[in-house]
């Protein structure tokens, strides 16, 4: 089920206007809709630009075999978010709260929100278009996973995928 959490605002790199967004807790069929009509396609489009995952990773592509329709199903380990900005589905987020734990001192085996796939819509990406619309898409979903963590009582603790498979702080991860 769907529920708001909160507003955020989004950078229009188009118009250099802020815009107002709103951050759900689950998803519905109008985001499934929106991944599948508009962003599906996209990202289909672009992979067949590259021969290689190195290259689709270059372009921006590299989630483009994701199913989000499957990620996003409820389960008691996960907890799945979308952000959306101008009645479009501009983000999607996927954290485990029950199987992950942090690896860094002093925090080792302590519970973490970890962030098991997170994706801005192909038309907000660097290297995928040569104008990205919204800038503050990924800040406001890790920002979100953060308050999770809190809320859980996790004292903030948050890791992308990449830092909590190998132990170290990539891609911005924190513990």
């Known amino acids: 089920m769907k529920k708001l959490l909160g ?13 107002p967004a709103q951050i759900f807790s689950g998803c519905d069929d ?7 009509e508009m962003w599906k396609p996209e990202l289909v489009r672009r992979r067949a630009d590259f021969t290689n995952w190195d290259e689709t990773a270059a372009g921006n592509a590299q989630d ?11 389960s008691l380990s996960y907890e799945s978010f979308v952000i959306e900005c101008g009645g479009v589905t501009q983000g999607l987020m996927n954290v485990n709260v029950a199987t992950k734990f942090a690896k860094l001192p ?10 098991d796939r997170i994706a801005t819509a192909p038309w907000n990406r660097h290297k995928f278009t ?6 503050g898409v990924g800040r406001a979903l890790f920002a979100t996973s953060v ?5 859980l009582e996790f ?17 911005g991860g924190c513990w």
Do not use: Q
């Not at 507003?7 to 206007?17: C, F, I, Q, S």
């Not at 002093?106 to 962030?115: D, K, N, V």
């Not at 308050?147 to 809320?151: E, I, K, Q, V, Y």
């Open 7 to 19: 507003a955020a605002v989004l950078l229009n790199r188009h118009t250099g206007e802020i815009e």
């Open 30 to 36: 109008v985001n499934r809709r929106h991944y599948e």
């Open 64 to 74: 483009s075999h994701w199913e989000w329709d499957e990620i996003m199903t409820s």
């Open 106 to 115: 002093p925090h080792t085996g302590r519970e973490l929100a970890y962030i």
């Open 130 to 135: 040569e104008t990205p619309k919204y800038k």
């Open 147 to 151: 308050s999770l963590s809190f809320d």
């Open 155 to 171: 004292c903030g603790r948050v890791a992308p995928w990449r830092a909590a498979r190998t132990g170290r702080r990539e891609h």
